[in-house]
């Protein structure tokens, strides 16, 4: 069974700072494309910013020049999130294409949630 584990959310005030990680675990043969999704209050689930594996990276305009994508390894990746913003408000979902047994299959972690006060 594969697992996203993540972690850094809560509260910070607008022009903070935050840091997401998001870990697999599980009987993995790769882990290929990692990404970042939110979901605000009322609102469809968006990419927040993906990375390949072999560490190409894609942002959603809302997001560019303050958030960096990263991946330390094969299976961990992190969010750093700056200059944060009221509407960067959401739970945080991490996303991960897997093969395991079964090849390519996605992946979702349980959500972390980020509060960005004004």
């Known amino acids: 069974q594969v697992q996203l584990v993540e972690s850094g959310g809560g509260l910070v005030q607008a022009g903070g700072s935050l840091r997401l990680s998001c870990a697999a675990s599980?009987?993995?043969?790769?882990?290929?494309?990692m990404g970042w999704y939110r979901q605000a209050p009322g609102k469809q689930r968006e990419l927040v910013a993906s990375?390949?594996?072999?560490?190409?990276t894609n942002y959603a305009d809302s997001v560019k020049g303050r958030f960096t994508i990263s991946r330390d390894n094969t299976r961990t990746m992190d969010l750093q999130m700056n200059s944060l913003k009221p509407e960067d408000t959401a739970t945080y979902y991490c996303n991960a294409r897997v093969t395991s047994t079964i090849p390519y299959v996605e992946v979702w972690g349980q959500g972390t949630l980020v509060t960005v006060s004004s």
């Open positions: 990375i390949t594996y072999g560490g190409s």
């Open positions: 599980g009987s993995i043969f790769r882990v290929h494309t």
